[in-house]
């Protein structure tokens, strides 16, 4: 399992892979050791799963587990978020590729 801090969301979190059985590939779990609501888990689970684009890496659940909140998210292999690509490479954002994704999002 790979565990790496990171402040997204505002919050630290760990992020770990993994396998299971009710799944054909690998998983991401990010957790966040936070004391959250199952009522949070649904909410978001509802809101995120739906969600179906190429752009997007696909939300399978959220639970909470040991006061931890985890999401488990499909592993894509080499994927890098935008932070990642323009911010912390110090690439700057073409005008172009922000309409792109501007227009993906909406």
Do not use: M
């Not at 565990?3 to 966040?32: D, K, M, N, Q, W």
């Not at 939300?59 to 006061?67: D, W």
Request: proline letters at 9%; a positive charge; charged letters at 15%.
């Amino acid at each position: 399992s790979i565990s790496r801090e990171s402040g997204i969301y505002g919050l630290p979190s760990s992020l770990y892979s993994t396998y299971t059985s009710a799944h054909p590939g690998p998983l991401v779990l990010r957790r966040f050791d936070t004391s959250p609501s199952p009522k949070i888990c649904a909410a978001v689970t509802s809101a995120f799963r739906p969600l179906r684009s190429p752009h997007i890496v696909p939300l399978h659940t959220a639970f909470v587990h040991n006061r931890a909140l985890f999401f488990a998210h499909s592993y894509i292999p080499h994927a890098r978020t935008l932070r990642e690509r323009y911010v912390d490479d110090t690439h700057s954002l073409p005008e172009h590729a922000l309409w792109s994704y501007l227009c993906q999002l909406l």
